[in-house]
């Protein structure tokens, strides 16, 4: 019996859900970093065997909004909820449940779905408060499975994949089996890139960055000429994007080539030109533009 199902990861910002994604895909599609708010969209990967496919939707950690693209992205989060077989609520230890987790808890509640508690960053807190976190949880809702992971070390992430395939109903498969993720190249690309602003820049910067592709063209030599705009909201923030003597835009610049070019599997120029596009995130047709869906 072959088996398929739609399996979302949801939770506050920074908990460790693209991480997680990557670790159960076996391989990174998806950004992470150390801010808040890292994702953005929903993005759907897909890990095939021969038993069984599991697509995995990534969410933007759910939180109050402070702008339509917050807005967009708490919406998007909480549409997958509806249209999925298994969601898996990821938190870390704490003393308390937190408001944003017990809000998060009582949306789900309203759901009929399995539910799995996956409890992460193990790594970095005593068995202690680890059991007492397991323990205010399971009073607080009741959960299909309870698992204790840490996403990355990979501890537990195999028998989290395994309580996820035995609940997962008979099904098709639903993409070819190479496919690994439905958004294009393209998308990955402008995330890399804006992965590599966020690990570099501190707090306040990052948060008002979006890259588009303006060139994407493959030369005769066979190179790939790649020139993107990076959208930051203020004049200073373009300074601090740049850096001394362009040092800090040099540093993006080279991380993030590297990384298009293992995806590419070709040599690349790629040119970023600093923009400042003031409140783009409050600007419903430039948030359009940007593939930041907004009536869906
Ligand atoms: N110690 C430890 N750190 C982790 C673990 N999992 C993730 N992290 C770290 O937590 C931070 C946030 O990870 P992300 O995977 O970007 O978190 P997220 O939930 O996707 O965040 P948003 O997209 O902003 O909602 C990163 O610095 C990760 O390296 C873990 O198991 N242990
Ligand atoms: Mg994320």
Known sequence: MFKSGYVTIIGRPNVGKSTLLNKLMGEKLVIVSNKPQTTRNNI??????????????????????????????????????????LILFLTNPDDEIGKGDAMILEELRGIDKKVFLVLNKIDENTQERVAQTLAKYSSFFD????????????????????LITDNLPEGPMYYP???????????????????KALRNLSEEVPHGIAVEIVTFKEQEDNR????????????SHKGIIIGKNGAMLLKIKKQSKADIERLLGKKVNLNIWVKVRKEWRDNPALLKDLGYDFKK
């Open 143 to 162: 959960f299909d499975e309870i698992v204790p992971i840490s996403a990355l070390k990979g501890k537990n992430v195999d028998t989290l994949l395994k």
């Open 44 to 85: 759907h990967t897909i890990l095939t065997s021969k038993d069984y496919q599991i697509i995995f939707v990534d969410t933007p950690g759910l939180h109050k909004p402070k702008h339509k693209l917050g807005e967009i992205m708490v919406k998007s989060a909480k549409d997958t909820l509806k249209n999925v077989d």
């Open 177 to 195: 089996e190479e496919m690994v993720a439905d958004v294009q190249e393209r998308f990955i690309i402008t995330e890399m890139i804006r992965e």
């Open 224 to 235: 790939i000429n790649i020139e993107v705009n990076m959208l930051c909201e203020k004049e």
